[in-house]
């Protein structure tokens, strides 16, 4: 079973800039990061395929998130900018390696196969 280190996240004012990143412990088709708000349902933020570098968007974070990948280390990074307070949730890493996803897979939590144990962001002033 592939495991998934997260790291990043904190408190930031509205504005700010985060990083978030997510090591694999096993080579993955596909990584995305979802987020989960207080008394709400865990929702897809973004997703890379690894065969072709393809990278999905929420549009909620569409031209403000940026996922990016370091190949050798199966890693997964969320630069998350211009930050604002509905932002602020539980992130969630999640890998998939069984299959090779197509986007509709890529953006539903039940496309993956394993997720990282979520790290907080809080955006607030």
């Known amino acids: 079973q592939v495991q998934l280190v997260e790291s990043g996240g904190g408190w930031v004012q509205p504005g700010g800039s985060l990083r978030l990143s997510c090591e694999a412990s096993?080579?993955?088709?596909?990584m995305g990061w979802f987020r989960q708000a207080p008394g709400k349902e865990r929702e897809f933020v973004s997703a890379?395929?690894?065969?072709?570098?393809?990278?999905f968007y929420a549009r909620s974070v569409k031209g403000r998130f940026t996922i990016s990948r370091d190949k050798a280390k199966n890693s997964v990074f969320l630069d998350l900018k211009n930050l604002e307070p509905d932002d602020t949730a539980v992130y969630y890493c999640?890998?998939?390696?069984?299959?090779?996803?197509?986007?509709?897979?890529?953006?539903?939590?039940?496309?993956?196969?394993?997720w990282g144990q979520g790290t907080q962001v809080t955006v607030s002033a």
């Open positions: 999640a890998g998939v390696s069984s299959y090779r996803p197509i986007m509709s897979t890529m953006t539903s939590r039940q496309g993956y196969e394993y």
């Open positions: 096993g080579r993955p088709t596909a």
């Open positions: 890379l395929r690894w065969s072709d570098g393809n990278t």
